[in-house]
């Protein structure tokens, strides 16, 4: 399995883009790029997926750079309610959870 | 659907004691996890499923055994329960597709071991 690194902590404000980047420097060719979040007492929550380039839907964005070693989850315009830890994970099946990136939004 | 159901929400158990924390999904998916999740921790791998009569080791398997006899079902099994296992448990199953795996989680089942 890929070992992904992502900051453990990240403040921001309502209103204001986050960007989170994981460096994964041993992806492998078949492995895609997962983010899911988290908010406490609950299970993880899928959010975006990628293999290479961006990727967009109506939560987030994912940047995959041409070489795969990293990868940069977009959240816009944040909320209080996007306060939570999100994991990146790298892998087929049987993915790794990390400790994930605790984003707390502040008003 | 009803999605991935675990039962029971929160138990507490002597040390020695064992029980079976039920898992149960409605989508037809072939995989399915059960992850431990320590406070302020990460999940962890325990046991993981590719399909119905097929499991396998993950990362912390010690202390815990599974089975998957249907699609739907797959119960974990705490045998000697120790201090050790409390902890959150949450039980997931996902589909591959073209963009890779997706998994769904259930609420999770709140151990405590005294």
């Known amino acids: 399995l890929a070992k992904t690194t992502q900051p453990i902590s990240m403040d921001s404000y309502e209103g204001q883009e986050v960007n989170i980047t994981c460096s994964h420097n041993n992806i492998a060719t078949n492995d895609y790029i997962t983010w899911y979040q988290q908010f406490p007492s609950q299970g993880p929550r899928f959010i975006i997926q990628?293999?290479?380039t961006k990727v967009t839907n109506e939560v987030a964005s994912l940047f995959i750079p041409a070489d795969r070693k990293s990868s940069t989850l977009s959240l816009p315009r944040v909320s209080l309610s996007d306060t939570a830890v999100y994991y990146c994970l790298v892998g087929d099946y049987k993915l790794s959870f990390g400790a994930g990136t605790t984003v707390t939004v502040r008003a | 659907n009803a999605g991935v159901t675990q039962t029971p929400k929160f138990r507490i158990l002597k040390i020695g004691q064992s029980m079976t924390l039920q898992c149960a999904q409605d989508m037809n998916h072939n995989y399915m996890y059960w992850y431990r999740q320590d406070p302020g921790m990460g999940l962890k791998l325990i046991y993981y499923s590719v399909g119905a009569g097929i499991t396998d080791k993950g990362e912390v398997p010690n202390g815990y055994n599974v089975s998957r006899s249907t699609t739907e079902d797959f119960p974990l099994r705490l045998e000697l329960a120790a201090p050790s296992q409390t902890s959150v448990y949450f039980c997931a199953s996902g589909y591959t597709s073209a963009l890779g795996e997706t998994q769904y989680f259930g609420p999770g089942t709140r151990l405590l071991v005294l």
């Open positions: 990628g293999y290479k």
